[in-house]
């Protein structure tokens, strides 16, 4: 059974980068889609990024556009979301989900797997 573990989040400043990572602690990526989500105090949870089973095909929301990269080392069992510039409006808790398909999309009900999440402040 795929299980999934978010780390990296913390308290930084407007202007800083935090690489947030996703990694399987049981089972493998190799088989998935991975995306990245985040949800802020009364909001729904909203797509960041989401990357193809072979590291192609990333797609990125509005928000973060220019400011994010995902990556993937199956090899590792990991997926990384690295954001820069980042901005007040980025805090939120950052979860990873998974999708059994060839392609990520941005929308949440679409992935499974999600872990416990971890939290992200941006304040000065």
């Known amino acids: 059974q795929l299980q999934l573990v978010e780390s990296g989040g913390g308290l930084v400043q407007p202007g800083g980068s935090l690489r947030l990572s996703c990694t399987a602690s049981s089972g493998t990526l190799d088989d998935y889609a991975i995306g990245w989500f985040r949800q802020a105090p009364g909001k729904e949870r909203e797509g960041v990024a989401s990357i193809s089973r072979t590291g192609h095909t990333p797609l990125y929301a509005d928000s973060v556009w220019g400011r994010a990269t995902i990556s993937r080392d199956n090899a590792n069992r990991t997926v990384s979301l690295q954001i820069t510039g980042l901005k007040p409006d980025d805090t939120g808790t950052y979860y990873c989900?998974?999708?059994?398909?060839?392609?990520?999309?941005?929308?949440?009900?679409?992935?499974?797997?999600w872990g416990q999440g971890t939290q992200v402040t941006v304040s000065s």
């Open positions: 989900g998974a999708r059994q398909a060839l392609i990520g999309t941005m929308e949440a009900r679409d992935f499974g797997s």
